[in-house]
């Protein structure tokens, strides 16, 4: 009965032990997985980080892009510039309500400005809503080019000398929009030649 009841123990321990290295084998696979998975999760974090090569492609991509509006983006920031000062300049000399004329012209030149900005989260050629807000501005600076000559500079422009300085002041507002509307369609036909460019550097990247 002894000899039964000690291999009983015997047999007990040993399965004991057998589980208790299941269970360390388990938690050290675990562990290990746990450690390779962290591992890679911060591979891939250093594959696009700032300073990888990935980084760097997409960088150059998104600069080739961008670099197809830049003279969209400096014209435009002009006109809405100019605008901010005709609408401060004709508060200041004569608040009335011609004062609407220039807040468009801000307004349109900053919708165009946001557009832009959102071509590079977006693979957008096509600046369909600025095209249309240029043609807009257009027609608000031909009204106030009409309205000048007809009436005066005192409506629009009674900081300037004459009725004509403020004539050219509007025309040149409306050369600058077609120009801006001119590249707009360059870009949309990819007929600029900064679209070789960026053509030659998505190849390179990819």
């Known amino acids: 009965m002894k000899k039964k009841e000690q291999i009983r123990r015997a047999r007990a321990k040993a399965q004991a032990q057998a589980e208790r290295a299941k269970s360390s084998v388990a938690e050290g696979c675990a562990v290990g997985e746990n450690r ?20 760097k492609r997409e960088q150059s991509i998104k600069t ?6 830049m003279l969209i983006r400096y014209l435009d920031a002009g006109l809405f510039f100019v605008g901010l000062y005709w609408l401060l300049m004709l ?10 004329v220039p807040l468009l012209e801000v307004v349109l030149a900053l919708a165009v400005m946001v557009e832009v900005f959102t071509t590079l989260s ?25 309205a000048t000559l007809a ?19 509007c025309a040149a507002l409306i050369a600058v929009k077609l120009i801006i509307i001119y590249r707009i369609a360059l870009v949309r036909d990819r007929r600029d030649k900064r679209y070789a460019l960026y053509q030659k550097i998505l190849k390179y990247n990819n």
């Open 36 to 55: 390779s998975g962290a591992g890679i999760g911060v591979a891939s974090k250093r594959e696009h980080g700032p300073g990888t090569d990935g980084f």
């Open 151 to 169: 009436v005066g500079e005192k409506l629009f422009f009674p900081f300037f000398s004459s009725k004509m300085v403020g004539a050219i002041f």
């Open 91 to 100: 508060l200041a000399f004569q608040p009335s309500f011609a004062a609407v």
């Open 64 to 69: 080739a892009k961008w670099n197809r509006f």
């Open 122 to 146: 977006r693979e957008v050629e096509y600046l369909k809503w600025s095209h249309r807000a240029l043609i807009a501005s257009c027609a608000v600076s031909a009204a106030a080019l009409v």
